[in-house]
């Protein structure tokens, strides 16, 4: 998938308060398997990086920045 088409079905996530149960990316600090991201939704969405924050949290603390090019896959 392109980086114009998953930016552009980001939006649509973002737009539509979507909550992901998982988010995985590439080189996991998880040694186990698990995913790195549960129960998140998009606060922002740049270039080349998305923001998420956990459902429910608020302030900065909580934000996690992941660049768009490790994002493995996101299940709803």
């Known amino acids: 998938m392109g ?3 998953l930016n552009s079905k ?3 996530y973002k737009n539509s308060n979507t909550v992901f149960t ?3 990316v590439t080189e996991t600090q998880n040694s186990d398997g698990t995913p790195d991201l549960a129960g ?3 606060k922002e969405i740049g ?3 998305v923001i998420f ?3 429910g949290a608020s302030g900065q603390a909580n ?3 992941v660049c768009t090019d490790q994002i493995v896959s996101l299940e709803l």
């Open 10 to 12: 980001l939006y649509q």
């Open 63 to 65: 934000e996690i920045l």
């Open 3 to 5: 980086l114009r088409v």
């Open 22 to 24: 998982m988010v995985h």
């Open 53 to 55: 924050t956990p459902v």
């Open 47 to 49: 270039f080349d990086y």
């Open 40 to 42: 998140v939704m998009i």
